[in-house]
Nanobody, 121 residues
């Protein structure tokens, strides 16, 4: 199983980015998929999750600004990020697991390599 995150980059505050996570060896619609981030000197944190049923959950810090989705045809997990702030600067990771609780606890079985997002003020 491999997860490949992409779409990061440099954006001004208030701008938008769309991250994508391509999977090989698993089918996203059969797993819980999530996005996480880790800023320099900080612990990795949960951002958003989408269940196999399509239900979603978000961290309070991104609720209303970020949207997680899944593309069944392309077998990708996506994160649309709007109204970006400098404090959103971090390496963003995608992950998947059959267990929502494990995923939420950063104990997911499968992780992507991370993509850097930098938001300038």
């Amino acid at each position: 199983v491999q997860l490949q995150a992409s779409g990061g980059g440099l954006v001004q505050a208030g701008g938008s980015l769309r991250l994508s996570c391509a999977a090989s060896g698993l089918t996203f619609r059969m797993y819980d998929g999530g996005w996480f981030r880790q800023a320099p000197g900080k612990e990795r944190e949960f951002l958003a999750r989408i269940g196999s049923s399509g239900s979603t959950a978000y961290a309070g810090s991104v609720q209303g600004r970020f949207t997680i989705s899944r593309d069944g045809d392309k077998n990708t997990l996506n994160l649309q990020m709007n109204s970006l702030k400098p404090e959103d600067t971090a390496v963003y990771y995608c992950a998947a697991d059959v267990s929502a609780s494990k995923l939420r606890a950063l104990l997911g079985a499968y992780w992507g390599q991370g993509t850097q997002v930098t938001v300038s003020s």
